[in-house]
């Protein structure tokens, strides 16, 4: 039988609460009606909780990488979303950086070689370097502890050979990546994960600025992050527009802080405790208007994303229940990138991108991810 959509479900639970306050008289005590309200509830987040039957198909499957698919970015042409771009990193010892159009076929003419061990990759717009105003790509090189930066979509770099992270500590191999840019002053930002690091400093935040010299550096800013001990921190996304950056503590939940180093160290909230199989991993944010939307989140080894509001609940900016659970084609995803930007008549209301195991990422129309149970843009 077909689930009910997410806001008939809501109206069916708000008709049932109040017919159980109009009978109140039939009910023993407070306590009792509070049970009984309580139960209304566990069924509504059991009703979120399940996924659709069949999984979710996508529209394209890329051209199969070399090595081993990870951490999907789009790139949005600013002037036809049509010619958008698709970057990702193909992991390995002599890996690359691999680019894509929507039809999922490589442009390799683009594509940058030679990278060791290339992890994961963010995408950020309008920097100023000289008197060029660039969209860049940043990826994390593992086995070099270097991030590496390139134009888009021309993919030139614009590092000088790369830019050390991490420097001075035991802990290095750069991983996770998420990109930043501060509303108030355009100022851009790097927040780095490794594959290893203390709780409270896992992460470092970068400011990446124009030397002088027609290439980028970075200064670190601060170190930051909770980390409980289970596994790793790889998956990193940040919402330039409501300041907030997210982070998967594999097997433990996600993690949400300010993105603005100003603001402080606080964590704001853990959420996505409960119901994954084993690893968090991948994030995306899907928004709908300024301030509200999805954030998704990989639950790697069950092949499906869960879906929390990108706003919180009313009067509770950090409370993120689950809403839904989308089974998908993907096997073991720990990347993904979402984009609500109409790219054209196959994809009028965003993209949601995310690698498979087989060296592939797959490409979803949103409304197929929506299922009328999630809002479209």
């Known amino acids: 039988m077909r689930s009910l959509p997410v806001y008939l479900l809501s109206i069916t639970l708000c008709v049932l609460l109040a017919s159980c306050a109009g009978r109140r008289e039939d009910v023993d005590d407070a306590a009792d009606l509070a049970a009984v309200e309580k139960d209304s509830a566990a069924r509504a987040d059991e009703h979120a909780a399940q996924p659709a ?16 698919t990870d951490d999907p970015a789009i790139w949005v042409h600013p002037e036809d979303h049509s010619k958008s771009l698709i970057l990702g990193t193909d992991k390995d010892s002599i890996g690359a950086l ?12 683009l594509c ?12 950020e717009y309008g920097f100023q370097l000289g008197d060029r105003k660039l969209d860049i790509a940043v990826l994390t090189e593992r086995l070099t502890n270097k991030i590496r930066i390139f134009s888009v979509p021309d993919m030139k770099p614009i590092d000088h050979g790369g830019i050390a992270v991490f420097a001075g500590e035991s802990e290095q191999a750069p991983m996770g990546i998420a990109l930043y840019k501060r509303p108030l002053d355009g100022q851009i930002f790097a927040i780095v994960g490794r594959k290893g690091g203390p709780s409270g400093s896992y992460l470092w935040q ?3 600025n124009d030397n002088g010299k027609g290439y980028l550096q970075a200064s670190k800013v601060r170190a930051f992050g909770a ?3 289970k596994n790793e921190i790889e998956a990193i996304v940040v919402d330039d527009q409501l300041g907030y950056v997210y982070y998967s503590d594999e097997g433990h939940g996600v993690r949400k802080y300010h993105a603005d180093p100003a603001k402080g160290d606080e964590e704001l909230a853990l959420f996505a405790t409960d119901g994954f199989a084993e690893d968090h991993e991948g994030i995306s944010i899907y928004t709908l208007t300024d301030d509200t939307g999805y954030i998704l989140v990989s639950d790697q080894q069950a092949n499906t994303f869960r879906v929390f509001p990108r706003e919180g609940m009313p009067g509770k900016p950090n409370d993120h229940p689950l809403l839904d659970v989308i089974a998908v084609s993907t096997n073991e995803s720990d990347g993904s990138e979402s984009s609500s930007v109409n790219f054209g008549p196959q994809y009028p209301h965003g993209i ?4 498979s195991d087989n060296r592939t990422f797959q490409i979803y129309a949103w409304e197929d991810i929506a299922r009328g149970r999630l809002k479209m843009r």
């Open 112 to 123: 940058v070689r030679d990278l060791r061990r290339p992890n994961n990759v963010d995408v």
């Open 98 to 109: 691999l680019v894509y159009d929507l039809n999922g076929k490589l442009q390799m003419d």
């Open 53 to 68: 039957s069949q999984p979710v198909k996508p529209r394209v499957v890329t051209d199969t990488s070399l090595y081993d």
């Open 352 to 355: 949601f991108v995310a690698m």
């Open 206 to 208: 970068y400011a990446l």
């Open 227 to 229: 980390f409980s001990g």
